[in-house]
């Protein structure tokens, strides 16, 4: 009679557990059951808990409880289980990454890539690498600068050279780009849209975007090692208009297999002449390969009034070296401008130096360029510049320069010093 109603009010109490806490959510607590001394039918004793007066049955009637209960709980594969009873619906179900302990979300450290307004070719490598089909993000960057100038008698200048910030989506085979540059006098800077086919081989510009000239043009602002781009492409982009961001449509074309080919052509919006009255449009294209991973090879050429009839053009060759972490540009022009024939020549040089574990990098850079002038005037411009830049993570950067140059009109040589502290998110 005793034995029974122990039997009874142990199973009462194994019912009453599995009803309270679900069977998928009870943790086996009990102690497996010794198979060679339930085998052998030895009686062992009575234990009396602590938190109640009834007495457990130490027989194989209570340890066979014990086992059913434990065989409906989750195995020990899945996991355990942090959530509520209630969240979990079946036993056999995938325990997601948040339930289990000390597994963490991956993170992206890689670098990041550049937008397709600023840095066309460094773009291209995100579509080689096969990015999600669809994304929307926002970018922006801010440029602080500090200058001491001979020509202003070192005159200190502190400002902000650029906020940019912007807006890209992209799809399978269409990419959209707005950005915006609050510290500009033309605070537009890109807008534009691109169609391309599904092997990104064949694509179509229609909006805002750079031009297709000079090599120095089409690096991005963040990746170029200096903190403007020079006394060349000042002179022929700023001074003359030739290239720089235009209105217009554009075609490009490019294959992989044959060498990294690539070849962009289109149809600019023209400058305007000494009255204000907009001039027909302008053309540009340029051609790039890469015969070997680190070596780059280039031509560029930007006409003038192609419909009215050429009055000035300019065609360019360039080159670019990496290897070991060292990077060399070299770029020549010829061409005519307004004040008559012109030729120019720029080489840089800058070698980037990991420093620990935590994506710091240092970065010494040195360049030299020379600007001929010729025709009804006779003018020259050069310029030696000499930096050090340190980086961090692909987010942050501080860059120190100076630059000894004769820019056209100047009456003799000056220096500028300047530091720059720049950061950015995308």
Request: charged share 25%; proline share 5%; aromatic share 6%.
């Amino acid at each position: 009679m005793g034995g029974t109603g122990l039997e009874e009010k142990g199973w009462r109490r194994g019912l009453l557990v599995a009803v309270l806490l679900g069977l998928p959510a009870v943790a086996g607590a009990a102690p497996e059951p010794d198979e060679d001394s339930a085998a052998e039918g030895v009686d062992r004793p009575l234990e009396v808990s602590g938190d109640d007066d009834a007495a457990k049955p130490r027989d194989g009637t209570g340890d066979a409880l014990e086992g059913a209960v434990a065989q409906a709980m989750p195995t020990g594969s899945q996991g355990p289980v942090m959530g509520a009873p209630e969240q979990v619906t079946e036993p056999g179900a995938p325990v997601p990454d948040a339930a289990v302990p000390g597994k963490k979300k991956k993170k992206d450290t890689g670098p990041k890539a550049d937008t397709l307004g600023e840095a066309p070719d460094e773009a291209d490598k995100v579509d080689d690498k096969g990015g999600p089909q669809q994304r929307i993000r926002v970018f922006g960057r801010v440029f602080a600068r500090g200058a001491a100038d001979e020509r202003q008698k070192y005159e200190r200048d502190l400002g902000i050279e650029s906020a940019r910030v912007g807006v890209a989506a992209s799809l399978s085979n269409l990419e959209a780009e707005v950005s915006a540059d609050l510290a500009s006098k033309t605070i537009l800077k890109d807008a534009f849209v691109r169609l391309a086919d599904d092997g990104k081989r064949l694509r179509l510009y229609a909006g805002r975007f750079k031009s297709p000239f000079l090599q120095r043009s089409q690096e991005s602002a963040w990746r170029l090692p200096i903190q403007e781009r020079g006394l060349v492409e000042d002179y022929l982009t700023e001074t003359n208009a030739l290239g720089g961001r235009r209105l217009g449509v554009m075609g490009e074309m490019r294959l992989k297999e044959a060498w990294g080919l690539k070849f962009s052509a289109g149809l600019f919006e023209g400058g305007e002449d000494a009255t204000g009255k907009r001039l027909s449009e302008d053309g540009s294209a340029r051609l790039s390969i890469r015969p070997f991973k680190f070596l780059t090879l280039g031509t560029s050429t930007y006409l003038t009034q192609v419909i009215d009839g050429t009055k000035q053009y300019a065609t360019a060759a360039d080159a670019e070296l990496n290897l070991w972490g060292l990077s060399v540009t070299g770029e020549a022009a010829v061409g005519r401008l307004a004040l008559g024939p012109f030729q120019s020549q720029s080489v840089l040089a800058y070698w980037t130096v990991p420093v620990g574990h935590e994506g710091w990098a240092v970065q010494p850079v040195v360049g030299a360029e020379a600007l001929q002038l010729q025709g009804g005037i006779q003018a020259e411009g050069h310029s030696v510049t000499g930096g050090f830049n340190v980086l961090l993570a692909d987010s942050f950067k501080a860059q120190v320069q100076a630059e000894r140059a004769l820019r056209p009109g100047d009456v003799a040589p000056a220096l500028e010093l300047s530091v720059q502290l720049a950061t950015r998110f995308r």
